[in-house]
Each structure stands twice: as C-alpha cells, then as structure tokens.
C-alpha cells in the first residue's frame, strides 16, 4: 500500500529528480517496453521508498505517479497500487536490507545487459571508464529467470553488499547511489564502460589491462570529479520534452 504521510519539501525534489531519471532513461533508449524500476529511499532509514507504478511508460512518468512504499510491509506488494512482482523483489529488498543503497536504479541497457550475458562479465580496467568501478562493481551469476521470488531478492542484496554496481548475469545491471544525479552518472559511465569492453574483446586481440595500482589510482581519482553527476543530470533533465 501506499504510504501516507505529509508532504516533505525533499521528497518533493527527490520525485522530481526520480522521475525525471526515468524520461531521461528513455531518451537513452535504455527503457524495456514498460518494465524496468528505479527507486529512492524517501526515509532517513531507507525503509520508505519511491518507486514507479506497474507497467508505466518510462517517458510518461511525473513526480506524482511515483508510488511511497514501506519496504517492512507485505501489504505494499498487493492492492491496485502494487508494484509488479519484480520490482517489490529487487527495490523492496534492497531498501529494506541496505539503508545506505538511497537510489537503486535497475535496467536493461544494452551493452551492459550484453555485458552480463558473457560466461565471465568482469568489468576489467582498460580505461578511464572501465576503472571508474574498479573495485565497486559486485556480480550475481546466479540467473534464476525473471526476479520475483522472494529468494531472489535475498540474493541479490546479499551478492551486491557494500558495492554499487551489481552486474546480474544474464540479466542487467543494478546500480546504487547517494542521490539520483550520482546513481544517473554511474548508470551512464557504466553504460560506457561496457560499451568499451564490448567493443575491445570483438576485436579478438588481448586487452591492454591496467595494474591494480593504476587501476585503483584511476578509481579514486573520480572522486575529485563527483560534481559532474549533478552537472550533467542538471544538463539532460533540460533537454526533457514538456509532459501533456
């Protein structure tokens, strides 16, 4: 069910800027006919969570539509206003397990989604981008269909941890941030990345693969750059189309 509770001026900015994440996913061609799901914990412990409405278009979302769920109770997983059955398992269950996981945002982008199909989808660092998640990216190899079983959910926060990328094999990508510009960032970097490690094992020959030291030096050097995220979330949430 939904949940009630006055209106908070930062719950307010958070709809907005989910729900602008969702149309500028679709100007990316990253949304999925009408599945898919982002989320945002509304909530200082994560357990109330924003999350779209079952089976809405990415590119009609508004901040309104956005369903306040509480991730503790059943209920929210039933009714008229329920979430499928996917996304209560991965969102609900990442709220309610990590707190600190704010904003979750789940897709099918598609070099990422090809990436995850390889026997091993290692985000190897071969570049600025690649290195970028050295370290913070988690695998869950372990595809059991489409995810809506509660064990499923179980697994997945259990297997993403204290990262905030997860690699779901034969599936996704899963990605967790402090705010949505951060989580919009790496979804795009990410996107990129894998993109890159595409490209670079069609071509057949051995990648030029970083050193730890190199690689890990290029992973904290991003965070100096963190200030892009809202930059350039600020940048494409312009570019939207008016909403009819």
Known sequence: ?????????????????????????????????????????????GAEFLLNAKWQHFATIKSADLLLLDSR???????????????????????RRLPEARVVLHCHSPYATALACLKDPTVVPIDNNTARFYGRTAYDLAFGGIADAAEEGERIADALGDKSVLVMGNHGVTIVGETV???????????????????????????????????????????????????????????LPPLT
């Open 73 to 95: 109770d059943a209920a929210s997983a039933s009714g008229p206003n329920a979430p499928d059955a996917s996304a209560w398992c991965i969102h609900g269950t990442i709220h």
């Open 181 to 239: 510009a951060d989580a919009f960032e790496d979804l795009y970097f990410f996107e990129k990345a894998a993109q890159t490690l595409i490209v670079a094992k069609s071509s057949g020959d051995p990648l030029a693969v970083l050193s730890d030291t190199v690689a890990q030096n290029t992973a904290d050097g991003w965070r100096d750059y963190r200030g892009m995220a809202a930059q350039h979330f600020a940048y494409l949430r312009a570019q």
């Open 1 to 45: 069910m939904n949940v009630q509770s006055p209106v908070n001026p930062d719950v307010a900015s958070l709809r907005q800027d989910l729900s602008d994440a969702f149309r500028i996913c679709y100007q990316f061609g990253w949304s999925e006919s009408v599945g898919n799901h982002f989320s945002a914990a509304a909530s200082a412990d």
